[in-house]
């Protein structure tokens, strides 16, 4: 203590005018071990070198004292390391709030994570960014992958692969996306040498399903121990897809439940993203869409009747032959949706145009409605009555918002209504397998190609897959006709 005060005096005996003091306090407090208050006069008055000094010390010595002090004439370093000083329910928000504010990059870091405003999130997570802080710079690309922005997360994953092992994983998956294999495989097998958990599996995804153009995709032999009446291609356009629609195609070979469909799938073909144009918004249908006319020699060669295309983001639908799918839709997403390629209708409630379009007494396999005299289509309830697993006949909410009364058969939840469910009623296998069979009953992916040769003026391709549109109908037509006769 003697020390302290003979260091107080003597700061001032050696300080020639006030515009020296806090020089002097500085070099006073670095030859005392009672520093605190020779730093906190130097601070007060605004030497900035002496507040830096006093936050150290502060933080060293574990002593919110001074801090506290800082705080009071709004210093956000102050205010940040007093934060960091506090227990955990002592913690006050506005300290981070004060530091984030005054520029303090890693409190900007942690008040961007402490909310779940997500136009404020980004905001400070830009801010930290900004300052150059690396971890914001993680934060900010994990953000945009979330997001689906790889193209603002590249940069970023780029400044921080040396210091974040999953900035690395991201990086390397960018490039193998983008055809810099070589580059792509030594960012994945660092981030593998540095123990990310993950990054082996991507390597053996890389390894299983290579990038390919589609002039490469050549003829398959599809199974000759089960009729292919649907023959499904899987298409990606990611690493991402990749391992989405992998998985999709091991769920499909294991269930059991599908497995007396004559409907075969192909593993999946990673092609590059830019083969296809596709869109979340695709001809404002406010569901993903791509086009898919340089699928055309992939469908010739593999002799497709249908297609699963993956894309990274937007609604899961089916038109005329084509599911879309994106990396968040699950195996019972994509299940309903198969259905979807039979002519199978919602069980949920359809908004209100989709209810006009889909309940004005269309044949759907699982839906009939109310008739004149009885239900309609006679033909449609006919079919469930002749199945041994049929059992009555419950109302469906498909046309709630049309005001028609749709009805099902079965009391079930079904996947239909709610995919996760996972129900498939034994008729709807049934139902099912009589679609497949019924060559009127779907459009396989010729009459999508048709459209869109002849949305793009090339009329001569158009007219192509028109011919064999009509043709797979005669075909099918002429098949069944066979199996009927064998059969009886």
């Known amino acids: 203590m003697r020390g302290f005060f003979l260091a107080l005096a003597l700061c001032f005996l050696l300080s020639g005018s006030t515009g020296q003091w806090p020089a002097q306090l500085f070099f006073n407090a670095s030859q005392t071990p009672q520093a605190g208050m020779l730093l906190w006069l130097a601070a007060k008055s605004g030497d900035a070198e002496a507040q830096t000094s006093l936050i150290d010390y502060s933080v060293k010595t574990k002593q919110t004292y001074w801090l506290k002090k800082l705080v009071a004439l709004g210093h956000p370093g102050a205010a940040w390391s007093l934060h960091r000083l506090l227990s955990k329910d002592d913690k006050d928000q506005t300290l981070v709030q004060m530091a984030a504010k005054g520029n303090v990059p890693e409190a900007q870091l942690a008040f961007a994570m402490t909310t779940e405003n997500a136009s404020v999130r980004e905001k400070w997570l830009l801010k930290a960014s900004a300052n150059n802080y690396l971890p914001a710079q993680a934060a900010l690309a994990d953000w945009y992958l979330l997001k689906g922005n790889v193209k603002k997360a590249r940069p970023l994953l780029e400044k921080t692969q040396g210091a974040f092992t999953q900035s690395a994983f991201y990086l390397g998956r960018i490039l193998i996306d983008e055809g810099k294999h070589k580059q792509g495989l030594e960012v994945l097998l660092r981030a593998v040498e540095e123990g990310h958990p993950e990054a082996e599996h991507w390597l053996d995804l890389i390894e299983k399903y290579p990038q390919r153009t589609v002039d490469s995709i050549g003829p398959v032999d599809w199974p000759t121990h089960k009729q292919c009446l649907q023959r499904i291609q899987l298409f990606t356009t990611s690493l991402a897809t990749t391992e989405r629609a992998n998985d999709i195609y ?18 999946p073909v990673r092609i590059k993203a830019e083969t296809l144009s596709c869109n979340e918004n695709w001809r404002k249908s406010g569901r993903l869409g791509c086009d898919i006319r340089p699928l055309s020699f992939a469908v010739k060669t593999r002799d497709l009747t249908h297609a699963v295309i993956f894309s990274q983001s937007g609604k899961a639908n089916v038109n005329n032959g084509v599911m879309f799918l994106d ?21 949920y409630p359809l908004s209100n145009g989709m209810a006009n379009r889909y309940c004005n007494r269309q044949e759907a396999p699982n839906l009939i409605f109310d008739g004149e005299l009885t239900y309609a289509p006679i033909e449609t309830l006919t079919r469930w009555q002749n199945q041994p697993e049929f059992s009555g006949i419950w109302q469906a909410k498909t046309c709630a918002n049309a005001d028609i009364k749709a009805y099902k058969p079965t009391n079930d939840i079904t996947f239909l ?72």
């Open 250 to 267: 091991q769920h499909f070979t294991s269930d059991k439940r599908l497995m007396a469909l004559p409907i075969c799938v192909q593993r």
């Open 327 to 347: 990396v968040t839709d699950s195996y019972d997403v994509f299940v309903h949706e198969l259905a979807h390629f039979a002519g199978f209708i919602d069980e």
């Open 417 to 488: 209504e709610h995919h996760d469910s996972g129900k498939i009623p034994p008729v709807y296998i049934k139902l099912w397998e009589q679609q497949l069979k019924d060559p009127t009953a779907s459009r396989p992916i010729y009459m999508n190609l048709f459209q869109s040769f002849y949305r793009n003026g090339q009329a001569t391709q158009a007219d192509i897959w028109l011919r064999k549109y009509e043709r797979s109908k005669q075909t099918t037509i002429h098949s069944n006709v066979s199996l009927k006769a064998s059969s009886d």
